[in-house]
């Protein structure tokens, strides 16, 4: 049974860090390429991060460039989302999903639970 897991959500001030990490069970995401998703109750889901199954390619949000970080170690099936600065508006659930490509949500078959950021003012 596949499984994908965010973890490292949390409460922080705004201007303040997080590190969110995604793995996996019955799943390698080492050949996957993998996006980080967000939503914030009444928004649509919103594209975040996108890293490609070897690490070659990052994208981003406008939005987060310049403050977000996604990396990826695939010897241990772990994807991070290193966030820096972040403001309230950014509180939402966060996402991990496997299978996709770039910062659209169709097309990615696997995803987390998610992790909640909260950011306060």
């Known amino acids: 049974q596949v499984q994908v897991v965010e973890s490292g959500g949390g409460t922080v001030q705004a201007g303040g860090s997080l590190r969110l990490s995604c793995t996996a069970s019955?799943?390698?995401?080492?050949?996957?390429?993998m996006g980080w998703f967000r939503r914030n109750p009444g928004k649509e889901r919103e594209g975040v991060s996108y890293?490609?199954?070897?690490?070659?390619?990052?994208r981003y949000a406008d939005s987060v460039k310049g403050r977000f970080t996604v990396s990826r170690d695939n010897a241990k099936n772990t994807v991070t989302l290193q966030m820096n600065s972040l403001k309230p508006e950014e509180t939402a659930m966060y996402y991990c999903?496997?299978?996709?490509?770039?910062?659209?949500?169709?097309?990615?078959?696997?995803w987390g639970q998610g992790t909640q950021v909260t950011v306060s003012s």
């Open positions: 890293i490609s199954w070897r690490g070659d390619q990052t």
């Open positions: 019955g799943l390698t995401l080492g050949d996957l390429n």
């Open positions: 999903a496997a299978g996709g490509f770039g910062l659209l949500d169709r097309g990615y078959a696997y």
